[in-house]
């Protein structure tokens, strides 16, 4: 309980510091593309349960409800592609920690239409972690269009997971150096020569 207290606590003052630059992020939307600034989207959690996930918004308004590999950039905002970039639209996120559906760190959650993502993950038995919003596959470039190598990937974390993990991939999330180590630690080369 202590854990799960702290780890809200430390939410809350995440959000309280970012949120002078998540003002001006949310007014360079509206004046790009109006409302509503934030994204709203149905994931996949714990046990296959279905939650919503809150981030900036990055998209306009009528682009498809896919994953963001697909999306074609006539969909992207200009201001978005900032946002992204320094990762802005994932701290909307730190209310989903708080509320119980996701962890800082676990395996990123799919859309409920990604059929072929959630066979993967049932079969490796990734359902039975929460997802976080960072996560080792994310970090190491792995998204949704290789489903199979995704849930090895989400595999491995889930098999290896600890405190000193989560705090490297946690790094990794905005720094490079621990990308390396943590693509080496679990040979991630030869997972992708065997897809």
Do not use: W
Not at 50 to 60: E, G, H, Q, S
Not at 79 to 94: A, M, N, S
Not at 129 to 138: D, M, N, R, V
């Amino acid at each position: 309980m202590f854990i799960v207290a702290l780890k809200n606590i430390i939410c809350i003052i995440a959000l309280i510091l970012v949120s002078p630059i998540l003002i001006l992020a949310a007014s360079l939307i509206m004046l790009e593309d109006g409302m509503p600034i934030f994204f709203m989207q149905k994931r996949v959690g714990l046990h296959k349960k279905l939650f919503t996930i809150y981030k900036m918004r990055t998209m306009k308004k009528n682009a498809p409800q896919v994953g963001t590999h697909v999306i074609k950039n006539e969909y992207k905002l200009t201001i978005g592609l900032i946002v992204r970039k320094l990762k802005l639209d994932e701290f909307p996120q730190l209310l989903n920690v708080v509320l119980g559906d996701l962890n800082l760190v676990g395996p990123r959650p799919g859309l409920e239409n990604q059929y072929e993502l959630m066979e993967s993950r049932s079969r490796k038995n990734i359902f039975s972690t929460k997802p976080g919003i960072t996560g080792l596959a994310q970090i190491l470039g792995y998204d949704m269009s290789n489903p199979k190598l995704l849930a090895e990937v989400d595999f491995l974390y889930v098999k290896n997971q600890t405190v000193i993990l989560d705090s490297v991939i946690l790094l990794g999330t905005f720094f490079n150096f621990p990308r390396k180590y943590l693509a080496s630690r679990f040979k991630i080369n030869d997972l992708k020569n065997n897809q």
